[in-house]
């Protein structure tokens, strides 16, 4: 089994307030199981190690999943810095990160993603609504941009890009083995998962 384990990381940030949802997405249950969960079980298929990066309140809840659980380096700051916490720990040279509360992670696109990871640093898709840095790969040679950018408060992911080699993969690369790109269908709100479970109930 862990021979077929990727020597990547996957990293899961999971350190947002959430203050639209009024609860922690993560373990929010959809079709019964709690979407952290859904992750877990495939990231243990894809990687040899998995990070969580969350806040310090949350930490104790994800020590019972036996994977290495971090809090941030540089607290307040944002996506960027859960993304910076989570490459300074990790054991490889490249990651696969996550949010932690996109239900539908798609095996075939993650694998799709980290064999366009040659000679890149940050490897993301691409859809209609624009950029999908919460679902992509990066390498270690994001940890000292980010720390730059950190220091200048800055705080969004897109601000790394200009200062490493970036591979972006179009809709048209993905529709294959996603038609209907749920991969990229994150909750926030209790509005998103009401309409979730419509539109899902919808499809049955």
Do not use: W
């Amino acid at each position: 089994m862990d021979q077929d384990r990727n020597e990547m990381t996957g990293i899961i940030l999971s350190g947002g307030k959430n203050l639209r949802m009024g609860q922690n997405k993560a373990f929010l249950r959809i079709e019964g199981v709690p979407i952290i969960q859904r992750t877990f079980d495939l990231f243990r298929t894809l990687f040899r190690e998995i990070i969580v990066v969350t806040n310090p309140s949350d930490q104790e809840r994800y020590l019972q999943f036996g994977v290495k659980v971090f809090t941030d380096l540089v607290p307040d700051a944002g996506a960027l810095g859960g993304l910076y916490t989570g490459l300074f720990y990790s054991s490889f040279f490249h990651s696969f990160v996550a949010a932690c509360d996109m239900p539908h992670l798609n095996r075939s696109v993650i694998e799709y993603l980290m064999q366009k990871k040659e000679g890149y640093d940050v490897i993301l898709p691409e859809t209609k609504d624009g950029l999908e840095p919460l679902h992509a790969v990066y390498s270690k040679n994001c940890v000292a941009p980010i720390r730059s950018l950190l220091g200048e408060q800055k705080t969004r992911i897109i601000d790394l890009f200009p200062f490493v080699r970036v591979n972006v993969v179009g809709p048209h690369e993905l529709f294959s083995l996603d038609p209907s790109m749920k991969s990229f269908v994150n909750l926030n709100t209790p509005d998103d998962v009401t309409r979730y479970q419509k539109d899902h109930i919808s499809h049955e």
